[in-house]
Every structure is written in C-alpha cells, then in structure tokens.
C-alpha cells in the first residue's frame, strides 16, 4: 500500500454529508454526543475483545475517554482507549453507511425537506456530525490486534478522504476536529461540560476534562427501582437510545430464577419505520455484569420487538461469549423467552392501567404486535389479547380488544366477524356489514392490510372462531330483532323463486370465469348485491394485497 490512500465517500455518505453540512443548523452540539457515544461503543467492544482475546495490545492503560480543547487554534480533540481500527476499519467505517435502514434514511432526508436532525444518531451515521462544527476532521486510531500499525484518515467533508500511516500511537481513536468559524463556542471548557452532562452522563467509562472525570459511571440498570430518579430514567433513555424525547413507557425488572436477568427496557413515542424511515435495526444491548456483549443484538428479542430501546444483562452468560455462539446459544433463547413473556405481560397490564397510554402505543406500534401474531407462532396467543380494532360497536377512533367483543357476544353467536375496508366510512357504507346490522352482531373493522392477515394466522381467540364477514357461507342466527311487520314486509317484497333462479343463471352467464357462482342471498337487505369470498382463508383484501405484490 501507498503511503497515502485518496478514497472516494460512497454515494449515501456524500448525500449525507452534503445534508449534515449544508441543511442542518439547528442542535449541532449533537455531534459531540455522537462521538463520544462512539467512543463509549469502542470502549465497550474493547472490554469485551479483551475477555476473549488472548492477546491484546496496550493491555494495561486505563479504559476513559478524554477531551481536549484549544481556544486559540480552535481546536476539539475527544481521544479514547477503545477497541480502535485498522487501515480497512477506518475505510469501510468512515467512508460507508453500512446499515441498510440509514440507507434508506437519508435517501429520504435528501428527497424531501425534513431535517430531522435529531433522527440522525438513531440511524448509525453519527460520525459524519462531526462535519455540522468542523472544516476538516482528523481520525488517528490504532487497533486493540496485535499486528496493526496506527493510521490517520483526513477529510473536509467534500467527496474524499485520505488515509496514510501514522505509526507509534497508542490503542484507540482520537478525533481532531479543526472547528469552523462558526462552531468556535465548542473550543470552551463551559460549553463542553454542559453538552456532556446534557447528553453523556450515562456514559459507562469516565469523561476527562482536563484530566478530571465529569461524568459519574454507573450502569443504572442494577440499581433498585427506589434508588432511581424519573429524570435519572428519562436521561438514560436519551443516551441509550440516542434519543431527544422521554420514552413513552418503560419497564424496569430483575429476576433471580429461573435466570439471573437485569432488565431495561423502554418503548419510545415515534415509530421511524411507520413514518417510511425503512426498517428499524433492534435496539436492545446485551450485557453480562456490566460487560456489553452485543450492541443492538439481534438475538436476544424476537425481531418483531425491534421497536423496544434498552438494556438486559445477565450474569447467567459466559463473559467470553462469542457472536455465532450465542446464536446457538440456548441460554440466549431462555432470556428471549422470560424477557418476551414479561414484556407481554406488561403491555397487557398497561392496557388496563393506562388506557389511554396504552392507545398510544398501539396507534404507533400495533404493527409490530400485528408481525408479532403473524410470525411469531410462540407468542400468537398473548399478542392477540394486545391486538386492538374499530368495531361497529365502537365510537370513530376509539378501539376494542377482542376479549372485550366476547363479552358483549350474545350467547348464541359462536363467532368472532371483521371486516377489511380502506375506512370505517367505506365498511359501514357497504353491502357486508348489512346482515351484522341486522341481527345486532359486532363487526370488528380491520382497516389496516396487514389485519387480515393477522386475523387469518389467529384462526381463532379463545374458543372462538375469527370470520371474515366476506365469507361466503357465513353461518348467521336467525335475525334478532326481526318483527312480524318486517316479515311480511319481506315476504311481499321477495322475488318468487323461479325468478330469482333465472336471474342468477343469467347473472353467471354474463359474468362466466370470473364468479365461481351466483346465488340469491339471504344476508342482503338494502344492497342488491354483494361479492364474496368462496373459500374463506384468504380474504378478499389479502387477496388484493397479494395480487398488487405478484403473488
Ligand atoms: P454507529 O456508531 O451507529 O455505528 P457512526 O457513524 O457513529 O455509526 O460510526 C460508524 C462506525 O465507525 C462505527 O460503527 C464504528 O465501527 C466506527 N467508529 C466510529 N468511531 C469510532 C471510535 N472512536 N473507535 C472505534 N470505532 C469507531
Ligand atoms: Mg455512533
């Protein structure tokens, strides 16, 4: 290799760039966050390498991160111990958005005009803040393997950086950042230390400031409820989930048996994958005593519970764990299922507790339960009592649950209906729901695609049967609140049968392959007609859905 590599950024990251140094003026003081949050991660990674490795260089210095300023050369330099990175780390790290959902992200920040700022260091790309304050940037790091030299790699943000040798430092990254004119203010011992007490107080590693720490380190998770402030919580979940708001609930526990697990966990007040941000990468860490083992593990909740931010630590883990190994690892699968199991359990109390909370939730979040019910066969049963619906028997926007339909059942029905459609205006607007209306028999109104499908994976809740009422053999009683009056009403207004018959015959003439059959229909009182689905599996809006996808 060259003494000095010139590389190109990649497409997303210039976008990006173009994005972070052109268009956003607001909060710029989050790059600082996002730096040392980075440092944290590398801290943590080196912790964790350092139990499996055998050998690591610079075994013995202290794990910290430190920041130093300089006023006159307007100069910010945030320096940690951490794991560090190779001449291709820092290629691939630097110059690529490696996570598909950031991708996708600021695709969409570049095509529309919203900056959401404060969206950025969800979305993985929280190094390239450091160009909001800085005209170049400067990465020296050296990494915890044996075998590495020590690097630097340069850019002023434009469409390349360099990368060259730079021998003889020690393990870890340090970031010069030469400030612009405009960002001087960050060059100041005042200002730093209100941005870290702000955004980093729950960094787990000590935060130097001219040589003294000004953070205290404590991983609240293993605290006892008592001894944590509402405030303490919220900053944690701000640091945890890079997030700028309070979360929207939080569910703090600890078990003994039949794992020993401390858990964390919050559920946030926005969903980045329902307001078209692509998929969201999972937000819960995994730690045993204290030690991160995986960052946003993909293992230890179910992918549908992706929304979740925080923490589990279990002692129960051998510290060494690699990543295939827990993959495999039964244990893992066991702190999955406890931590799933209670969180279920928490919603549902929550639902009863704080309805209105809980109505939060679901308007933002029903769609994962919804993935859950469809996908997770294991935990079908408990996220179907969080599963909420409009019903004819509710008011607009407000939602019932499908325990509280079976109670209002009256005890002839055996059944559970819904019903598909693009608004409650257009269902109760429609031929199907007629029949329902009838007989005073509750409709439940899934207006989302995705309900159909949740609904035909159910099968059934409790002992009853879930139905599409666009079924077509749809076994109603007898209409209740029929009357003498409304029968020979009927009965006068009804076509004789021979006539009836030719009209149908006539009908599937002119229709021919596209109805399986006609016939005349005693569900119907004010529509003259109504289509139906003859094999009641797939209903007629999961069939639109799969014929829109090809399928
Ligand atoms: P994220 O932290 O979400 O992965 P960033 O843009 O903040 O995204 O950082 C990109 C990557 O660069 C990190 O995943 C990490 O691999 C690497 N990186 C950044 N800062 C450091 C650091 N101080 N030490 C080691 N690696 C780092
Ligand atoms: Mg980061």
Known sequence: TPQTETKE?????????????????????????ELISNAADALEKFRHQSVVEQEVFDS?????????????????????????????????????????????????????????????????????AAFMVAKKVTVKSRSFRMDDMGHEWISDGGGT??????????????????????????????????????????????????????????????????????????????????????????????????????????????????????RMEPGVNLYCQRVLIEQHSKTILPEWLRFLRGVIDSEDLPLNISRQALQDSALVAKINKVVT?????????????????????????????????ISDFAYREEAAKLLRFESSKTEDGIFTSLAEYVERMPEDQKEIFYINGPSREAIENGPYIEAFKKRNIEVLYTLEPIDDFAMSHLGSFGEKKLVSADCGDLDLPEAAIETEADKEKAQAEAMPESDSAALTTWMKEVLGEQVKEVIASKRLTDSPAMVVNPDGFVTSSMERIMRASGQ
């Open 9 to 33: 950024f990649q497409t997303e990251v210039k976008k990006m760039l173009d994005i972070v140094i052109h268009s956003l003026y607001t909060e710029k003081e989050i790059f600082l966050r």
């Open 60 to 128: 013995h210095i202290p794990l910290e991160i430190s920041i130093e300023f300089d006023d006159k050369a307007n100069t910010l330099t945030i320096t940690d111990t951490g794991i560090g990175m190779d001449r291709g780390e820092l290629e691939a790290n630097l110059g690529t958005i490696a996570h598909s959902g950031s991708k996708t992200f600021f695709t969409k920040l570049s095509e529309t005009d919203r900056k959401e700022v404060n969206l950025i260091g969800q979305f993985g790309v929280g190094f390239y």
């Open 161 to 278: 950086f360099t990368i060259a040798m730079c021998p003889g430092i020690r393990r870890g990254t340090s970031i010069v950042l030469e400030l612009t004119d405009e960002a001087k203010e960050y060059a100041n011992e005042q200002t730093i230390r209100r941005i870290i007490k702000q955004y980093s107080s729950f960094v787990p590693f000590p935060i130097k400031l001219k040589g003294e720490a000004i953070n205290t380190v404590q991983a609240i998770w293993t605290l006892g409820k008592s001894e944590i402030s509402e405030e303490a919580y919220t900053e944690f979940y701000k640091f945890i989930a890079n997030a700028f708001d309070e979360p929207l609930a939080r569910l703090h526990f600890s078990a003994d048996a039949p794992l020993a697990i401390k858990t964390l966990l919050f559920i946030p007040k926005e969903n980045l994958e329902a307001m078209g941000f692509g």
């Open 341 to 373: 199991k209670r969180l279920l359990k928490f919603l549902e109390e929550l639902a009863k507790s704080e309805p209105e909370k809980y109505t939060e939730f679901w308007k933002n979040f029903g769609m994962f339960i919804k993935e859950g019910v």
